[in-house]
Each structure stands twice: as C-alpha cells, then as structure tokens.
C-alpha cells in the first residue's frame, strides 16, 4: 500500500518567521492516512522542524549538493540536513535545470548522496518521453529519468519518490489535467516495471506536480498511478492548503462509507 505523499514547495517565497508560523497551525491538523510535507527553502528548515515538533508533518528541502562536505562555497550539504531531520529533499526541480542548468548527471549524484545519507530524493522529470516498440510491446523511457535511475539498484529504486512534472504544467495558468497526470505518472511507473521489476514498480511513489489547486487535487490524488502531489503556488496560503488535505480527507471517508 503506498501512501500518499502532499508536498507545499514553497520555492524562494516566505521568510523563517512565516514559515513557522504556518507549521504551527498545520502540524496538528493533519489528514490520517497522508503524508504531508512543505518544502521551503533552507534557512528556514531548522526552525521549522523545531516548530514541527513530534508532529508527522515532513520538513524537506528543495535541493542538496552532490559533495558531502568541502569547499564548494554556497551549496547545501546534505549532511546538515540530515542532522536537522530533514528527511527529504526535492531534486532536479524543472526550476533548478531551467534557471541554474543542473544536468541528469549532477542530478543523479545528488541523487546517490542523499540515499547515502538516508534522505529520500523526490526526483523531479518532465514529459521529455520516448515511446519504443519492443517485441510488439510499447516501451516508454523517460529522458530526464533514465539517466538517473540506471546508476542505482532496485533496492535503491523503491526508496525513490518520482514527481512527474510536465514543463507546461508547473506555473501554468489553466488548471491541471488530471487525465494526464494519470497518463504520465502510469507510462513513468510501467518504465519503473521494465526497468526494475513488477514489485518495485508497485512500491515506488509517483507524484504529479503542475498547476494543481483545491478544484483538481482530489481527482488527480484518487487516480490509480498518482501517489500524491507537489502543489506550488496553491499552498502558499495556510486557509487554502487546509481545505486541500480537508478534501482529501472527506474524499476518502467517502470512500470507505461506501464500501
Ligand atoms: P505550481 O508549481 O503548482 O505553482 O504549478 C508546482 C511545482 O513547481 O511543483
């Protein structure tokens, strides 16, 4: 059964104060059954865990260096996150490969540092996709994925969250589809199956991250290959981002009232 996984990415917006104080009034608050996470940016991480308190409100960071520790002036170790209890971070964000050029293979150290350290890397991809046909059987590589995943185990493969996050979604100004959500997050975890195995097809998390808000969160989370979601400008506001996971919430009494 894989859980499902509510990330609010921040990006570069609210200072350490705002920020605590909106892990202050979501930490107690939280849907059963879904894990929820805010990624904000790394000044304010500590303060937010210590806000958090032994709450299941996950702290994550939206990147990490590849290098442990050295001279590599204004990066963010992994090692100190792990030391604060971050226990995951977000990497190869369309963002960070857009605006500051981070390549597959960078990407895929940080990727290899983080499961090193014990933090779980919530890789990002896009739509870049190639369909093949194999023995009369459609395959479907992922560009930006595949690169990544081949330097890891199927062990490691499983520990992995995937954020499907189509470049004409993040920031969009129409809605989500949740069809397509659907679509790519099915064809990234069949890629998963031929690559790795049916079982850790089955284990991995695939989010979908993209112009989601209070009218699409519900339909996208209840597809069946959508494990959750990353939501950007929609959780910025604490009112908002509660009746999304109140949404959640309500969606799955429903569901358990009609069985
Ligand atoms: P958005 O951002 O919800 O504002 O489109 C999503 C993301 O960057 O993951």
Known sequence: MRTPLIIANWKMNKNVHESVEFVKMICNRLPANVT???????????????????????????NGAAAISGPYTGEISM??????GVSYVILGHLERRRLFHESN??????????LHLGITPIVCTDEEQISLEVDGKLHHAFRQLAPILQNLSADQVQKLVISYEPQWA???????????AEVGCQRIRQSVADNFGATVADQVRILYGGSVNQQTICQIVGSPNVDGTLIGRA????????RMLNCLQTKKKQKLTAI
């Open 36 to 62: 929820v996470g805010i990624a904000a940016q790394a000044l304010a991480l500590y303060s937010m865990k210590q806000a958090a308190g032994n709450s299941r409100l996950q702290v994550i960071a939206q």
């Open 235 to 242: 959780s910025l506001d604490v009112n908002n981002f509660l």
């Open 170 to 180: 993040v920031g969009a100004s129409q809605d989500a589809k949740p069809a397509l």
């Open 79 to 84: 090692q100190s996150l792990a030391e604060i």
């Open 105 to 114: 293979a960078e990407i895929a150290r940080k990727v290899l540092t983080a």
